[in-house]
């Protein structure tokens, strides 16, 4: 069992900054998917060095090393060492992720802004959101056992990565008409979001857990599931569930329903992070400091859902191919978070090992077709020589809501 200390995190961060070769992932992907990933190392290594006056953006990410520092001496040590890495990509040396100049190379005495992220954004969100393993999904691809169909191409993507983003939604030949949505919103409480729309009151209740291949370790698989949703309802559900007993090829358990992966009210999306692990004994404080993570990502789900509609990212409309092209706003902000995410948990977990993550949004359009029809969706988590398994969960109205 590998100690989780604040001396090993300091010296996986050091050795991931002086990375000599591109990994992989930082070959692959864009670098709009790192720019979360980008404001967070500029916002900490200012703050190490006295800045009070982080910026929004900024304190996205320097949220998530608070809540894996154990005290200030290693946040700022944190900083000192991103600052080592701004350093080598102002002196083009810096190899370990393919994160935007505009953000690696800013000095420190400059802070990075809303206004500097939009003018980012709009550079690079079209060739971020036409990456493989970002996909929209609609209902006709949703099987009646919730499976979707998928792609080779998409499927090549996450488990290069490790990760995938799914954007639930329909289109436009599908959306239901306005006295359709007046007929199902008026038995869903009359509550009106700030949007001036009546929010619908939903969940996402898991209700199986199978094992279609168990992993290449010889010792046993006892799985496990993280996740964070939010709401632009300001609904936040945040979990780590016990671990699912050994579990072998062919396995079919129970997935306790309590809690859901999301309960509360939606008026325009709903969006969240669920990871699949092996465990393999780590400590307690590294389950807490998870517990924290996934507790900040329903945070983050919530920030990413209420930009919907934001006029700010009307650009993006049209840009994009296909019906993720009308959600773009809320698909790029998954990606950066997920984005964000992946690079810490790579950097700082336990011995743990992630079979994989994905990150999900939920259109309007979608949930109120498939929340009173109780559509179900199942979240497949294929890791290759990491085991593959799947938690199955309905869309329900959430009638203790009402």
């Not at 698989?221 to 699912?244: C, L």
């Not at 700010?312 to 049209?318: K, S």
């Not at 993720?324 to 090992?353: K, M, P, Q, V, Y």
């Amino acid at each position: 069992m590998a100690d989780f200390t604040a001396e090993t995190r300091l010296a996986r961060l050091k050795e991931w900054a002086n990375t000599k070769v591109a990994p992989a992932n930082a070959k692959i992907l864009e670098p709009g998917s790192n720019l979360l990933f980008g404001a967070a190392i500029h916002g900490i290594s200012r703050r190490s060095k006295g800045a009070k006056d982080l910026t929004e953006i900024e304190k996205i990410g320097v949220r998530f090393f608070e809540i894996l520092a154990d005290d200030e001496d290693e946040l700022k040590a944190y900083g000192e060492i991103f600052g080592e890495a701004k350093a080598k990509a102002r002196s083009g040396v810096f190899a370990a992720a393919n994160i935007p100049s505009s953000v690696m190379t800013l000095s420190e005495d400059t802070p990075y802004c809303e206004e500097r992220f939009r003018d980012d954004v709009k550079e690079l969100a079209v060739a971020t959101l036409q990456q493989p393993h970002i996909r929209a999904v609609m209902p006709e691809q949703i099987k009646a056992d919730g499976t979707i169909e998928t792609t080779e191409e998409y499927d090549k993507a996450t488990q290069e990565l490790g990760r995938g983003v799914s954007l639930f939604t329909v289109g436009q030949e599908s959306k239901i008409s306005a006295a359709d949505e007046e007929r199902i919103t008026s038995t869903m409480g009359g509550r009106i979001g700030p949007g001036g729309k009546i929010m619908i009151p939903m969940k996402i209740v898991p209700y199986i857990f199978k094992c279609y291949k168990k992993s290449g370790e010889l010792t046993k698989d006892e799985i496990y599931f993280t996740w964070g949703f939010g709401g632009d309802g300001e609904y936040e559900v945040s979990h780590r569930t016990d671990e699912f007993g050994s579990v072998v090829t062919g396995t079919e358990r129970t997935f306790p329903a309590n809690p859901p992966f999301y309960l509360g009210y939606v008026e325009d999306a709903c969006a969240g992070h669920i990871i699949c692990w092996e465990a393999d004994q780590s400590t307690s404080g590294w389950y807490d400091k998870l517990t924290n993570i996934m507790r900040e990502i329903a945070v983050n789900a919530t920030h990413a859902t209420i930009h919907t509609g934001d006029k700010n990212w009307d650009f993006l409309i049209g840009l994009i191919p296909g019906p993720i092209g009308t959600s773009a706003d809320i698909a790029f902000w998954l990606e950066t978070i997920a984005s964000l995410i992946a690079n810490l948990l790579d950097i700082f977990r336990n011995h743990d090992d992630k079979v994989m993550e994905h990150s999900y949004g939920y259109g309007r359009d979608w949930l109120l077709q498939g929340v009173p029809k109780q559509w179900t969706v199942a979240y497949d988590f294929d890791g290759g020589d990491g085991g593959h398994f799947l938690a199955a969960a309905t869309c329900q109205t959430a009638a203790e809501l009402l």
